[in-house]
């Protein structure tokens, strides 16, 4: 099949679009800004993260679990105010997901691993649903990546062919089981390679 067979981009949203919503270097800011114990935060934080990535307990609990198991002179709200001001956008790639979707007449979804809480601050803050038009994020489908299943509710969801996808990822663990179901995959480190790996399979601006 050509390559301007495509029809829909899947794409990744921490490390792609927007910095990481929950990951290391966020938890050690936290840590350091709020004095708390990193190596006792992260046991903690591994112990249940996937829980509330995948849906089954809000932010208010996990934060229970990993901060709020003592108490602070410091409160949940202070917290989640400190973890969402953090988020970034990577302008030049939204600008270049966006053009390729108007030029190419494309469908547009995320598939990220990601907390209720955090997607959705990350949803209105950076104006994402003007040109993503599906959300497959861990916590609404109750699968977290790698577990090939999310792929195929995305697939199920857009109603594409994995031949007719192309997905952008900056994990190549994830890139390497979107593969195996047959969907183009890219792994991302840059948007100049990447937009130049989009342009091999048809998609240039």
């Keep these: 099949m050509p390559p301007s067979a495509i029809t829909h981009i899947f794409t990744d949203l921490g490390g792609v679009l927007l910095t990481n919503g929950w990951d290391k270097s966020l938890r050690q800011a936290t840590a350091e800004h709020f ?12 112990l ?12 208010a609990a996990y934060l229970d679990r ?3 198991y003592q ?16 988020a970034r956008a990577f302008p030049d790639m939204i600008e270049l997901v966006r053009r ?14 990601e907390g209720r809480e955090l997607t959705a601050d990350r949803i209105q803050r950076f104006r994402l649903a003007e040109f993503v038009d599906f959300f497959i994020v861990s916590c609404f489908v109750h699968f977290r990546k790698p577990d090939e299943d999310i792929f195929r509710i995305a697939l199920d969801i ?7 996808v192309v997905y952008i990822e900056d994990r190549r663990m994830f890139v ?11 792994w991302h480190r840059d948007t100049a390679s990447t937009a130049a790996a989009l342009a091999d399979l048809g998609l240039s601006l």
């Design 176 to 186: 390497e089981v979107a593969a195996k179901l047959g969907i183009r995959s890219l």
């Design 66 to 68: 990993v901060v709020f």
């Design 35 to 46: 004095r708390l114990d990193p190596v006792e935060m992260n046991e903690r934080h591994n």
């Design 100 to 113: 390729l979707k108007e030029k190419h007449r494309l469908k547009v979804a995320v598939v990220s691993n």
């Design 158 to 164: 857009a109603q594409a062919s994995p031949d007719r």
């Design 71 to 86: 108490p602070r002179d410091f409160t949940q709200e202070q917290v989640i105010d400190f973890m969402l001001g953090q």
């Design 48 to 59: 249940t993260y996937d829980t509330y990535e995948s849906g089954k307990m809000g932010l």
